[in-house]
T-cell receptor, first 114, second 116 residues
Framework: AQSVAQPEDQVNVAEGNPLTVKCTYS??????LFWYVQYPNRGLQFLLK??????LVKGSYGFEAEFNKSQTSFHLKKPSALVSDSALYFC????????????FGAGTRLFVKA | EAEVAQSPRYKITEKSQAVAFWCDPI?????LYWYRQILGQGPELLVQ????????DSQLPKDRFSAERLKGVDSTLKIQPAELGDSAMYLC??????????????FGPGTRLTVL
């Protein structure tokens, strides 16, 4: 069965510093991996996804994520954090074997301090 | 920019009452999802439609929950009777369907349900 783990409930970063939000996954086949962001009182918004190919994926708002098959990880990164990046971030996984369900992690709350 | 619409945004009800939520996906999106999100947790899939057909309802409590998408466009999720443990955010999402599993989902603002 597929699963996703976000080991940190909260990440605190100073504005201008790099940020990393961690995600590890478990699937039987090959993974499709996604990052979504949830701002207060708003629905989830898609940030980026990994399907195949280049392990470094670039997405919205300057975010990127690195797929590491050997470590089964898909960490979200940004070179320079902004206060406006403060939000709840969710990692999600789907298998490529024809399964229909997307499994979401529990979420990581990012606080960026000015 | 096209968005997923949901109504109502907030619903307060007493236990044992019936509630219904409505979702209108982005035009042209064949796949529609209903999720439940409990505070502090990630979304959990309740039901997934491909056009008007259910493709996954394995986590839907079928004794009290029902969902339909009669014309393959908008959808309704119903709870009858509501229980205290149903208090949560109910999210609707939609995605393109091209026979693949890697289309991203577009989420509506959600309906926050409080059962008293």
């Amino acid at each position: 069965a597929q699963s996703v783990a976000q080991p940190e409930d909260q990440v605190n970063v100073a504005e201008g510093n790099p940020l990393t939000v961690k995600c590890t996954y478990s699937v039987s086949g090959n993974p499709y991996l996604f990052w979504y962001v949830q701002y207060p009182n708003r629905g989830l918004q898609f940030l980026l996804k990994y399907i195949t190919g280049d392990n470094l994926v670039k997405g919205s708002y300057g975010f990127e994520a690195e797929f590491n098959k050997s470590q089964t990880s898909f960490h979200l990164k940004k070179p320079s954090a902004l206060v406006s990046d403060s939000a709840l971030y969710f990692c999600a996984v789907r298998e490529d074997t024809g399964g229909f369900k997307t499994i979401f992690g529990a979420g990581t709350r990012l606080f960026v301090k000015a | 920019e096209a968005e997923v619409a949901q109504s109502p945004r907030y619903k307060i009800t007493e236990k044992s009452q019936a509630v219904a939520f409505w979702c209108d996906p982005i035009s042209g999106h064949a796949t529609l999802y209903w999720y439940r999100q409990i505070l502090g947790q990630g979304p959990e899939l309740l039901v997934q439609f491909q056009d008007e057909s259910v493709v996954d309802d394995s986590q839907l409590p079928k004794d009290r929950f029902s969902a339909e998408r009669l014309k393959g466009v908008d959808s309704t999720l119903k709870i009858q009777p509501a229980e205290l443990g149903d208090s949560a955010m109910y999210l609707c999402a939609s995605s393109l369907s091209s026979g693949t599993n890697y289309n991203e989902q577009f989420f509506g603002p959600g309906t926050r349900l409080t059962v008293l």
